[in-house]
């Protein structure tokens, strides 16, 4: 009885060091696809530059005055600080989740503490990215927001196209 016991512990063992190394994969393969996602090389020189020729189209389009592009530049200035100390912060923490996944002896203590900081940071990028729209929305008129939301779908409708 105590060998069959110990014959589906050392199964379920197994079995959890199978989920465990398969969600391991998985976030190794999600980590490289958004970091070439977010380092994409020479193409992001080019990405940013073509970035900005759309901005200063979607501007033109919805006649703003020179104080609104500063506000609008000042904003996106803003946001991109905290979206790239967020960055920096979940790769640090991606970096800690995967040296305690790759010990020998694993401590889910330690483990679950760095995914719940990983998942109060994407919290905090969600959280920063509204409040950066609410901001957009409280520069401009009402018809300029609805007319960039607008120009926004239809500029994310073309890159999925590509």
Do not use: C
């Not at 060091?17 to 696809?33: D, E, N, Q, R, T």
């Not at 905290?82 to 989740?97: G, H, T, V």
């Amino acid at each position: 009885m105590k060998n069959l016991t110990h014959s589906k512990e050392q199964g379920i063992l197994t079995k959890f060091k199978k989920v465990l190394w398969g969600a391991f994969g998985l976030y190794i393969l999600a980590g490289l696809s958004l970091a070439h996602a977010e380092n994409p090389g020479t193409e992001g020189s080019s990405l940013k530059a073509h970035s900005g020729q759309r901005i200063q189209q979607i501007y033109s389009q919805l006649n703003l005055t020179d104080d609104q592009k500063k506000q609008l530049e000042a904003n996106k200035q803003q946001h991109r600080a905290k979206i790239q100390s967020a960055r920096e912060a979940m790769k640090a923490d991606k970096e800690a989740l995967h040296a305690e996944l790759m010990k020998p002896q694993l401590d889910m203590s330690k483990i679950n503490q760095i995914h719940d900081q990983i998942k109060a940071l994407q919290d905090q990028m969600e959280d920063n990215k509204l409040s950066s729209i609410l901001a957009v929305r409280a520069i401009l008129t009402p018809e300029q927001f609805s007319k960039f939301v607008a120009l926004m779908h239809k500029h994310e409708q073309k890159e999925h196209e590509e």
